[in-house]
C-alpha cells in the first residue's frame, strides 16, 4: 500500500479507493498534511484493471445472448478491478 512521501505513513485503502473514482483527487496525508497527486502510470493502470476488461467482456467475450446477463458480470469485472487497484496505483508528493 501507497505511504507518505515525506513522513512514511500509511494512506488507507478507503482513501486511495475515493481518490481514483473521484476524479484522481490529491491524497492529503493524515500526519504531515503533504498532498501527494496520482502519477499518469497510475491512472492507466486503474483503467486498465476496471474500465477495459469490463468492456472487453461485455463487447468481446461474453458468451450469454442476454444482455442483462453479460451487463451484470461487467459490472462485477469492474467492481473486482476497482477495489484491487489500490494495492497498484502510487502517488508522488505534490510540489506545491
Not at 500500500?1 to 476524479?23: D, P, T
Not at 468492456?55 to 477495489?83: D, E, H, K, Q, R
Request: with cysteine; charged share 10%.
Amino acid at each position: 500500500m501507497q505511504k507518505c512521501g515525506k513522513c512514511n505513513a500509511h494512506f488507507s485503502w478507503r482513501k486511495i479507493y475515493k481518490s481514483l473514482w473521484w476524479n484522481y483527487n490529491p491524497i492529503k496525508c493524515n500526519e504531515c498534511e503533504t498532498t501527494h497527486k496520482i502519477t499518469m502510470p497510475s491512472r492507466l493502470i486503474f483503467v486498465s484493471l476496471t474500465i477495459f476488461p469490463m468492456l472487453s467482456f461485455g463487447f468481446f467475450l461474453s458468451p450469454f445472448s442476454n444482455g442483462v446477463v453479460t451487463l451484470v458480470i461487467a459490472i462485477f469485472i469492474l467492481i473486482i478491478g476497482s477495489m484491487l487497484a489500490p494495492f497498484l496505483v502510487t502517488y508522488k508528493k505534490s510540489l506545491n
